[in-house]
T-cell receptor
Framework: GQQLNQSPQSMFIQEGEDVSMNCTSSSIFNTWLWYKQDPGEGPVLLIALYKAGELTSNGRLTAQFGITRKDSFLNISASIPSDVGIYFC?????????????FGKGTKLSVKP | KAGVTQTPRYLIKTRGQQVTLSCSPI?????VSWYQQTPGQGLQFLFE???????NKGNFPGRFSGRQFSNSRSEMNVSTLELGDSALYLCASSLAERAATFFGQGTRLTVV
């Protein structure tokens, strides 16, 4: 099936630092989504991207939909302790046994105060 | 407006029992999907319903079933529970096929 390769798997950074993570695929997608998940909770949608080349911000978060439609990245500026969690990229896939959403395996972010 | 609501939040069941989980999507959303999340397998798609019809199904055994009601609320049922069914079960809703998908807080099922 289709796959999203998300990297890095984990990051351990100092408070105040910027963070960058990305997702790549060999398949083309028309919609990319970024989620944050805290332990025991459901993923929370951070940013949705609908157009190749689109750059969208949500507070300290910025995400871009790659021009080839095969990748996306998420940046977090000036990280704070509450940014800790697992960040997932997802791409909309319309049907098939994998469902409508294909997920990356997540980036676990830890922030040192 | 209210988000996706899942009940119950936590559940402990014994092997062999069955369980029903409930999901109320965001008002106006007609697509409801279910996912199983475990540390080893990550997020795995179970099924998707749209306007009371199952539109899509993942690779899970027939013990896993679901349905959607006319008000878009959905339930999923797992029969003959196995230890390996212990997981966080997530429900997600979206307005349309190409729209962003929003998740509920999940139901943590523990099978003992």
């Amino acid at each position: 099936g289709q796959q999203l390769n998300q990297s890095p798997q984990s990051m351990f950074i100092q408070e105040g630092e910027d963070v960058s993570m990305n997702c790549t695929s060999s398949s083309i997608f028309n919609t990319w989504l970024w989620y944050k998940q805290d332990p025991g909770e459901g993923p929370v949608l951070l940013i949705a991207l609908y157009k190749a080349g689109e750059l969208t911000s949500n507070g300290r978060l910025t995400a871009q939909f790659g021009i080839t439609r095969k990748d996306s990245f998420l940046n977090i500026s000036a990280s704070i302790p509450s940014d800790v969690g697992i960040y997932f990229c997802a791409a909309l896939n319309y049907g098939g046994s994998q469902g409508n959403l294909i997920f990356g395996k997540g980036t676990k972010l830890s922030v040192k105060p | 407006k209210a988000g996706v609501t899942q009940t119950p939040r936590y559940l402990i069941k014994t092997r062999g029992q069955q369980v029903t989980l409930s999901c109320s999507p965001i008002s106006g959303h007609r697509s409801v999907s279910w996912y199983q999340q475990t540390p080893g397998q990550g997020l795995q798609f179970l099924f998707e319903y749209f306007s009371e019809t199952q539109r899509n199904k993942g690779n899970f055994p027939g013990r896993f079933s679901g349905r959607q009601f006319s008000n878009s609320r959905s339930e999923m049922n797992v029969s003959t529970l196995e230890l390996g069914d212990s997981a966080l079960y997530l429900c997600a809703s979206s307005l349309a096929e190409r729209a962003a998908t929003f998740f509920g807080q999940g139901t943590r099922l523990t099978v003992v």
